[in-house]
């Protein structure tokens, strides 16, 4: 295993273990090496993440999920938004981080059903903070007044994660921040509702921070 470490499977042994029927472990493992390499946004690899989306083991999915966030365009997102109806939340949390990136109106809806908590006495609402908050940061990227609305509405999650997400699209959204009190947002909606989204910002997808690293931590 510590071998393994050093020496990664090579792009063979990658496809091979991608379609190994005997051992989800491999097949996660395959996929995510692939989807990690240069050419694993090459139409063959793009067609293995979407033909393994439904594999039975959930940690396969999830992998196929994120590759096509990685690789797929918009006609993958299909494929990815029915992903946000699956049972484990793992999977449904990496399909709205993957509709982070491909834009879509087709998402808007099912991104504002899973942004929205369960309420009580009801059977509907998406239960993981994790999804509702990656759903909120993915409809950052709508300028509708529904958008609006429902991530106004989130502000009033128990989670603050989520309500820090819907906070950062509401401000990307019409260039302002109110903070997290939803009443704010009300009263300025209603008093600009002609003119939402004129101080649009730019949408950013996860941008990227490396970090402080090993060496530059190092004190001579």
């Keep these: 295993a510590l071998v ?56 396969v999915r999830a992998a196929c999920v994120r590759a096509l966030g990685l690789h797929g365009t918009t006609a993958a997102a299909e494929l990815i938004i029915a ?54 940061y993915a409809l950052g990227q709508y300028a509708e007044a529904r958008v609006y609305d429902a991530l106004v509405g989130a502000l ?19 260039g302002y921040d109110l903070g997290n009190d939803a009443t704010l947002w009300i009263i300025w909606g209603r008093k600009n509702e002609d003119n939402l989204f004129a101080k649009q910002q730019k949408y950013t997808w996860q941008p990227f921070d490396r970090g402080p690293t090993f060496f530059d931590n190092v004190q001579f």
Excluded: W
């Design 83 to 136: 992903r946000l109806e699956d049972r484990v939340s793992h999977v449904r949390h990496e399909a709205a981080q993957a509709l982070q990136k491909i834009h879509t109106r087709d998402a808007i809806s099912p991104l504002m059903a899973h942004l929205r908590a369960p309420q009580p006495g009801e059977t509907t609402g998406e239960e993981s903070a994790d999804v509702r908050a990656a759903c909120a």
């Design 4 to 59: 393994d470490s050093f020496v990664p499977p090579s792009p063979g042994e990658a496809a091979r273990d991608t379609f190994n029927p005997f051992d989800a472990d491999k097949r996660r493992n395959g996929v995510a090496l692939l989807s990690s390499a240069p050419y694993g946004g090459e139409e063959v690899y793009v067609r293995t993440y979407r033909t393994l989306i439904t594999d039975d083991d959930a940690t």
């Design 156 to 174: 009033n999650d128990n989670d603050f994660s989520v309500v820090h997400a819907a906070r950062q699209s509401l401000h990307t959204l019409v």
